[in-house]
């Protein structure tokens, strides 16, 4: 339930419905987007990465005298764990033909595809299999699967998305190669939000030229991941799943060729080695680091380990300057600020308002600029709305989506996420969200190729732990 002081600015926020509305009818833009000039601007004062103080110079390893994020360079200068005359390399506790870290969408997806190309795997993962951001992802992702796209338009936008220092081969790879996902996800046992007519059900995205986002509801990563999870435990044989145990170093051979690692049973608290012939990191990002004191919508297992033990090795990183800040995390009810408020609700109609009920910013831009968008209007021009603790926020105006797209469309396609607000109270059929841009997702990552290589042989990274195809900027899915 909204606290009292806040009823007169929601006033306002149902005052200028009938004519945003009106507005959203008529087919035109409901705000005037940015031009490029006006985007630099905004990300220049005030996206958290721009600020000086956000990074610093690391003094070790293969990007030392880079500036990177401070918190990313206190980890990354970090002691290791162990000590190596502890350990007899000779002699490996269990071998295989690939060792694979993480247990989460990108790992999970990762020993599927060795066991249907004929290799046997062993997870490796620090908590339990589907810990991980994966299962908290609502809005769906993205693949030019609908006749009036393509993957050259899906990659210009991703290109576009961000800021052109992506690294074009792996930009081609993950457009070329989402539709054949989307269907080989379907195959395994996906249900996948459909038309009438048994189309694909897609939305727009920020910074996209066509509706290409695939939904399952509003918990896509959820339906992802237990149909990964089912495949994964359904085939023991081929694929061994270790939980709660977390590797924490690298282990090379005399060539330089990645040869495994060191894993940490964290009930035993033993230390076992598994000599791989090759092995895959895909731990995911480090949200939980809460960059600038941010919150955050990553799950607690999202603390940069897999980058941590790969840069101890001599593998290159890149980008680790850039954070995406997701525009729409929720500030209040302040039990479960950070939580992500799905860019779905946008591409759906909802928009954000300040105090006032007023459009400030157009509801789609890329995400980094509408984040920063958001805080220019809470700081510098002081129209947001301040939680009892101190939080600010602006309204997304969900009842809106209701009366566009027809009653009953929020509890149909976002049926997770009414839930959750209902049990503080707020109807979100009825009541606005109030939402501030939560740490999201680490832009950058180890450097890979299209292949998925690193500079190390035999270290392959995949997710959100490799670095170059988003750019600076992320689009959503």
């Not at 525009?327 to 928009?351: N, V």
Request: with cysteine.
């Amino acid at each position: 339930m909204y606290p009292e002081y806040m009823r007169e600015s929601l006033k306002l926020v149902d005052g200028t419905r009938a004519k945003r509305l009106e507005l959203e009818k008529s087919g035109q833009p409901v705000f005037k987007p940015m031009t490029a000039d006006e985007r630099d601007d905004v990300l220049n004062r005030f996206h958290p990465d721009c600020k000086k103080d956000s990074r610093r110079v690391v003094h070790i390893g293969p990007n030392k005298g880079e500036e990177i994020t401070t918190e990313v360079a206190d980890i990354l200068e970090s002691h290791s764990r162990i000590r190596p005359e502890f350990f007899d390399l000779a002699k490996p506790d269990y071998e295989t033909d690939v060792l694979i870290i993480g247990g989460g969408g990108a790992g999970c997806a990762a020993a599927i595809i060795a066991m249907q190309n004929g290799a046997k795997s062993i997870i490796s993962t620090k908590l339990r299999m589907g810990d991980a951001n994966s299962m908290m992802s609502q809005g769906g992702m993205q693949a030019a699967v609908p006749a009036k796209d393509s993957p050259t338009r899906h990659y210009l936008d991703a290109m576009g998305g961000g800021h052109f220092d992506n690294k074009p081969d792996l930009v081609r790879a993950l457009t070329e190669d989402g539709p054949d996902v989307v269907k080989w996800l379907e195959d395994l046992g996906v249900v996948w939000d459909k038309n009438p007519d048994h189309s694909m059900y897609v939305l727009h995205g920020g910074g996209t030229s066509r509706k290409r986002m695939h939904s399952c509801r509003d918990y896509t990563g959820a339906i992802i991941m237990r149909t990964l999870m089912d495949e994964v435990r359904n085939h023991p044989d081929e694929i061994t799943a270790l939980e709660f145990m977390p590797t924490v170093e690298l282990v090379l051979d005399g060539k330089g060729r990645c040869a495994g690692g060191i894993l940490y049973n964290m009930e035993t608290a033993e230390y076992f080695m598994v000599k791989a012939k090759a092995t895959i990191i895909a731990t995911g990002g480090y949200g939980r680091l809460h960059i600038r004191g941010f919150d955050t919508t990553n799950h607690y297992g999202a603390t940069g380990d897999g980058l941590i033990i790969a840069y101890r090795a001599g593998a290159k990183l890149m980008y680790m300057d850039s954070v995406q800040y997701h525009p729409t995390g929720a500030s209040f009810p302040e039990q479960i600020a950070g939580f992500l408020i799905t860019e779905k609700i946008r591409g759906a109609g909802g928009q954000p308002l300040n105090k006032d009920g007023e459009l400030f910013v157009f509801p789609r831009e890329p995400r980094d600029v509408e984040s920063a968008a958001f805080i220019r209007e809470c700081l510098e021009r002081h129209n947001g709305i301040q939680t009892p603790s101190g939080r600010w926020g602006v309204w997304l105006d969900s009842p809106l989506i209701d009366i566009i797209q027809g009653s009953g469309y929020l509890a149909k396609n976002f049926p997770a996420m009414v839930r959750q607000f209902i049990r503080y109270q707020i109807d979100i059929t009825k009541e606005p969200m109030l939402v501030y841009p939560s740490l999201h997702y680490q832009n950058g990552g180890v450097e890979i190729n299209a292949k998925c290589e690193t500079n190390i042989p035999g270290l392959y990274v995949a997710g959100e732990a490799s670095g170059g195809v988003h750019g600076r900027n992320r689009l959503m899915g």
